[in-house]
């Protein structure tokens, strides 16, 4: 009995794990910002860029483990083009990668991280969300949308 109960709970936390991968592996992130840009030129979509600490940031890391399993947020990220400008500690990265992170830190955001921000593909802001207060990702949908809706008109 003890046997069967076992196995069911590891088949249980498998099926869970699957299925939180599915959730992430849904979401496309450009790290070339060129290639980003090309794309939501002829999707006609705007683009979110993530500026982020991936392994050293502990609200970047509540961020992915929450938002970006969201539902809703893995909906509304298929009405854009999302890039990841990651600055890491300790995970290797090519010296490329992090010219180019910094180049875009420079010129359109300079600040903290995690920060969300919005552009056209010819460049042009359309807005910035800093932070990340977990149990909220609502927010943060709806400022996605409303980048959206911005690009839009």
Same mark, same amino acid.
């Given at each position: 009995?003890? $046997? ?5 709970? #590891? ?7 699957? %299925? ?5 592996? %849904? ?6 910002? +060129? ?6 030129? $002829? @999707?006609? $979509? ?19 483990? @929450? !938002?970006? @399993?969201? @539902?809703? #947020?893995? +909906?509304?990220? $298929?009405?854009?083009?999302?890039? !990841? ?14 010219? &180019? ?14 920060? #969300? ?5 010819? +460049? ?11 149990? #909220? &990702? ?16």
């Amino acid at each position: 009995m003890k $046997k069967t109960i076992l196995i069911i709970l #590891f088949l249980t936390g498998q099926l869970i794990t699957a %299925q939180a991968q599915k959730h992430s592996s %849904q979401l496309q992130w450009f790290t070339d910002f +060129e290639k980003a840009k090309a794309v939501a030129k $002829k @999707e006609h $979509k705007p683009i979110l860029m993530l500026f982020t600490g991936s392994d050293w940031c502990p609200p970047c890391r509540m961020m992915h483990n @929450e !938002l970006f @399993e969201d @539902e809703n #947020f893995i +909906e509304t990220a $298929k009405n854009v083009v999302l890039v !990841l400008v990651d600055f890491p500690r300790r995970k290797p990265m090519s010296a490329l990668q992090r010219m &180019q992170n910094s180049a875009l830190n420079r010129k359109f955001h300079g600040g903290g991280v995690p920060t #969300f921000v919005a552009v056209t593909p010819d +460049e042009k802001i359309l807005g910035k969300k800093s932070g990340y207060r977990p149990g #909220f &990702q609502s927010a943060y949908i709806d400022f996605f949308n409303a980048m959206i809706d911005k690009y839009k008109k």
